[in-house]
């Protein structure tokens, strides 16, 4: 512990009160020149080395040798001079660097009480034996106080270290939930611009190929009309992404965007797809959003993967079911693409899961998403009515 400026106030009214006491009852002048020569000479030390002073340092060291001096030197000079020690001891214990040290010089100074009354008052037995007991009695609270006042301390920088242990601990989890946010985020950016803008640059290369290599003027038109329609579609969608919205084909509802995209996606690319969807389903926007990624991922894969010739979307509640007719393949075999793990990952945060079907006859994809439960209608309890009486 270091000295601050309320042990400079403490230290500067003792010596005062000291002096004054030396002053008003010493006997004689010598005794009030030593007394206050006490004073000085701790006041001096005081000056010089406080400053300097922490605890277990030389500074520190010294100031205690000072502390005791004073304390036997005042005593000496005037009993009423053991007052000094209600600052002496506590002064011991903050300067002493370890408890054993604290006990010690806590000692000395109640040694410097007793030796003082000894030398400076009647050589009696009476009075050696009551100075014994005033040292004995200031030591032993100098002593249980200090080691009290130790322990609050310790307590207190234990707990101070612990606070500083959480602090850097809550540091460190928001530092990690900051990354984990950012990284899910990027996930879920990731999802969405690979299930609406990639899918539509897609299907726009493919247009664009195909126009390309047509000849008749009329096709070619009908082709560069699709890519049109194609690139508003992903401007659309990508404004979407930004606005951190929902898609802005979900505002006629779920079928109605289910049967946009299957119609589109059958103009694009000659697949007939036939829609069966349940334009009452009952699932939040945001599964809403979830089934109709799904559907457009789904549908791509088929137009990739495939070789299919027809399709057929089904939307029963809160199921999504899409089947094509193409060649099929290994579900359990790893695959290159990210469009089945994002659609699985899009269903697991949604609550829901997805499924895979597929043989030679074709595959079917089925999204399973909680459905809304809706809340109980209480109906009135009506009491039956009571027949006239005659």
Same mark, same amino acid.
């Given at each position: !512990? @270091?000295?601050?400026?309320?042990?400079?106030?403490?230290?500067?009214?003792?010596?005062?009160?000291? #002096? *004054?006491?030396?002053?008003?009852?010493?006997?004689?002048?010598?005794?009030?020149?030593?007394?206050?020569g006490?004073?000085?000479?701790?006041?001096?030390? $005081?000056?010089?080395?406080?400053?300097?002073?922490? /605890?277990?340092?030389?500074? #520190?060291r010294?100031?205690?040798?000072?502390?005791?001096?004073?304390?036997l030197?005042?005593?000496?000079?005037?009993?009423?001079?053991?007052?000094?020690?209600?600052?002496?001891?506590?002064l011991? $214990?903050?300067l002493?660097?370890?408890?054993?040290?604290g006990?010690?010089?806590?000692?000395?100074?109640?040694?410097?009480?007793?030796?003082?009354?000894?030398? &400076?008052?009647p050589?009696?037995?009476? $009075?050696?034996?009551?100075?014994?007991?005033?040292?004995?009695?200031?030591?032993?609270?100098?002593?249980?106080?200090?080691?009290?006042?130790?322990?609050?301390?310790?307590l207190?920088?234990?707990?101070?270290?612990?606070?500083?242990?959480?602090?850097?601990?809550?540091?460190?989890?928001?530092?990690?939930?900051? /990354?984990?946010?950012?990284?899910?985020?990027?996930?879920r950016?990731?999802?969405?611009?690979?299930?609406?803008?990639?899918q539509?640059?897609? &299907?726009?290369?493919m247009l664009?190929?195909?126009?390309?290599?047509?000849?008749?003027?009329?096709?070619?038109?009908a082709?560069?009309?699709?890519?049109?329609?194609?690139?508003?579609n992903?401007?659309?969608?990508t +404004?979407?992404?930004? *606005?951190?919205?929902?898609p802005a084909?979900?505002?006629a509802?779920?079928?109605?965007?289910?049967?946009?995209?299957?119609?589109?996606?059958?103009?694009?690319?000659?697949i007939?797809?036939?829609?069966?969807?349940?334009?009452?389903?009952?699932?939040d +926007?945001?599964?809403?959003?979830?089934l109709?990624?799904?559907t457009?991922?789904?549908?791509?894969?088929i137009?990739?993967?495939?070789?299919? #010739?027809?399709?057929h979307? /089904?939307?029963?509640?809160?199921?999504?079911?899409?089947?094509?007719? &193409?060649?099929?393949?290994?579900?359990?075999?790893?695959?290159?693409?990210v469009?089945? *793990? &994002? !659609?699985?990952?899009?269903?697991?945060?949604?609550?829901?899961?997805?499924?895979?079907?597929?043989? /030679?006859?074709?595959?079917?994809? @089925?999204?399973?998403?909680?459905?809304?439960?809706?809340?109980?209608?209480?109906?009135?309890?009506?009491s039956?009515?009571k027949?006239?009486?005659?």
């Amino acid at each position: !512990m @270091t000295i601050n400026r309320w042990w400079h106030a403490a230290i500067a009214t003792a010596l005062a009160a000291c #002096s *004054a006491l030396v002053v008003w009852s010493a006997d004689a002048a010598a005794d009030v020149t030593l007394g206050l020569g006490a004073v000085a000479l701790f006041a001096a030390s $005081w000056l010089l080395l406080a400053p300097r002073a922490v /605890e277990g340092n030389l500074a #520190s060291r010294w100031l205690r040798v000072a502390l005791v001096a004073t304390t036997l030197l005042g005593c000496i000079a005037d009993p009423n001079f053991a007052f000094f020690q209600c600052f002496a001891h506590p002064l011991a $214990w903050v300067l002493s660097s370890s408890k054993a040290r604290g006990v010690a010089w806590s000692s000395a100074v109640a040694i410097a009480v007793g030796a003082g009354f000894i030398i &400076g008052g009647p050589f009696s037995g009476q $009075w050696i034996g009551s100075s014994l007991l005033t040292a004995a009695l200031s030591l032993a609270f100098s002593i249980a106080f200090g080691l009290w006042i130790s322990h609050i301390a310790e307590l207190g920088e234990e707990r101070q270290r612990l606070l500083d242990e959480l602090r850097a601990t809550q540091e460190e989890l928001v530092a990690v939930s900051r /990354e984990a946010g950012i990284a899910a985020e990027r996930e879920r950016l990731a999802r969405d611009i690979h299930d609406t803008v990639a899918q539509d640059l897609t &299907g726009l290369v493919m247009l664009a190929e195909q126009a390309r290599r047509t000849t008749d003027a009329a096709a070619r038109d009908a082709l560069l009309a699709q890519v049109a329609d194609g690139a508003r579609n992903a401007l659309e969608e990508t +404004r979407a992404l930004v *606005a951190a919205s929902a898609p802005a084909s979900l505002d006629a509802g779920l079928a109605a965007a289910i049967e946009r995209v299957a119609a589109r996606f059958s103009r694009d690319t000659g697949i007939a797809v036939t829609v069966q969807a349940d334009a009452a389903a009952s699932v939040d +926007r945001d599964a809403e959003v979830v089934l109709l990624r799904c559907t457009q991922e789904a549908l791509t894969n088929i137009r990739r993967h495939s070789g299919a #010739s027809s399709a057929h979307v /089904e939307l029963e509640g809160a199921t999504l079911r899409i089947r094509d007719d &193409g060649h099929g393949f290994d579900p359990a075999s790893p695959t290159a693409g990210v469009g089945l *793990a &994002g !659609m699985r990952d899009r269903a697991r945060l949604a609550g829901g899961s997805l499924t895979v079907k597929s043989d /030679e006859s074709g595959t079917v994809v @089925t999204v399973t998403l909680p459905a809304l439960t809706p809340p109980a209608l209480t109906l009135p309890t009506v009491s039956p009515a009571k027949e006239p009486t005659a």
